[in-house]
């Protein structure tokens, strides 16, 4: 669980690093931020278990490894081309659903339980987050926006499960097919690679500590708990992310950011002290 939180609160930077860019070209930001992710990743094998047995990782993951690969590729990629037809806003509601689809999955294909707890707490977060981003929502939402949004939660959801079901396997080798994918494809779609050096800086916080260090901790914590129980602590991302903008950057949340953050705080906490009431007794 700290696991999950931990990857959850670097990603909920995401947001602030962004602001800090003059890159005009998301392909751009998009092929750097992977490129760094990779590295850092590659290296953090390479460090932890040496060459030969990274090797050896990769060449274990088999088709659950490809799947997560594709998970992570797709979401990155699916979600630069949602921004083109709809708002942040409309994507992140959407994603709200993230919990209940791998909640849903885990149990379909592999009958994982999921408490009447948990689903609750679901709920919860769901409705929390619709309170954070019922200012901001706005009518341009076109069935393309939607469907990617849709699919970009529907993969990230069945990246934990598959994580959490082959929690036998070494998954950062998949994470980090995934992210060279992405890099490949913007490599083919970017308009520019020239960065300033203060761009860079950032692009490498942005890539090698924001993205690889939360699917580090991502992927060593979906392996110990429940694929719903995950996902749900995972969306304090969307939760977290404005109040580093708004700390860093002073972009003031709305009232009802703040209400439908305290929500799914509320909940999420609550999940967790229950879980470790549980483990307790």
């Not at 953090?44 to 993951?61: A, I, P, Q």
């Not at 679901?122 to 009518?139: K, N, R, W």
């Not at 020239?194 to 490498?204: E, G, N, P, Q, T």
Request: net charge positive; charged share 10%; glycine share 10%.
């Amino acid at each position: 669980m700290a696991l999950i939180l931990g990857s959850a609160l670097i990603w909920s930077f995401g947001g602030a690093l962004a602001r800090f860019l003059s890159v005009a070209d998301p392909w751009t930001v998009i092929f750097w931020r992977s490129a760094w992710a990779a590295a850092f990743l590659i290296g953090y094998m390479l460090r932890r278990d040496g060459v030969r047995l990274t090797v050896v990782h990769f060449g274990k993951m088999g088709l659950p490894g490809l799947g997560v690969s594709l998970c992570f590729a797709t979401a990155s990629m699916a979600f630069v081309v949602a921004l083109q037809y709809t708002s942040v806003a409309n994507i992140l509601l959407v994603q709200a659903g993230g919990p209940l689809i791998a909640a849903s999955l885990a149990w379909l294909l592999f009958r994982e339980k999921v408490t009447t707890g948990t689903w609750i707490a679901i709920a919860t977060v769901i409705f929390g987050i619709a309170v954070m981003e019922s200012e901001s929502l706005d009518g341009n939402i076109s069935p393309i926006g939607g469907a990617l949004s849709l699919a970009i939660s529907l993969v990230f959801a069945v990246a934990t499960v598959i994580t959490r079901r082959f929690s036998h396997l070494e998954m950062v080798p998949a994470v980090t097919l995934g992210v060279l994918i992405a890099c490949v494809v913007a490599a083919f779609k970017a308009k520019s690679f020239d960065v300033s050096a203060i761009d860079m800086v950032v692009l490498i916080a942005f890539g090698a500590v924001n993205l690889g260090g939360g699917l580090a901790l991502f992927i060593a914590g979906a392996k110990r708990i429940p694929a719903s129980v995950a996902s749900l602590i995972g969306t304090a991302e969307p939760v977290l992310g404005p109040i580093w903008v708004w700390l860093i950057h002073n972009e003031t949340p709305t009232l009802m950011t703040l209400i439908g953050g305290l929500i799914v705080l509320a909940a999420l906490i609550g999940h967790s002290l229950g879980q470790l009431r549980a483990r307790r007794a």
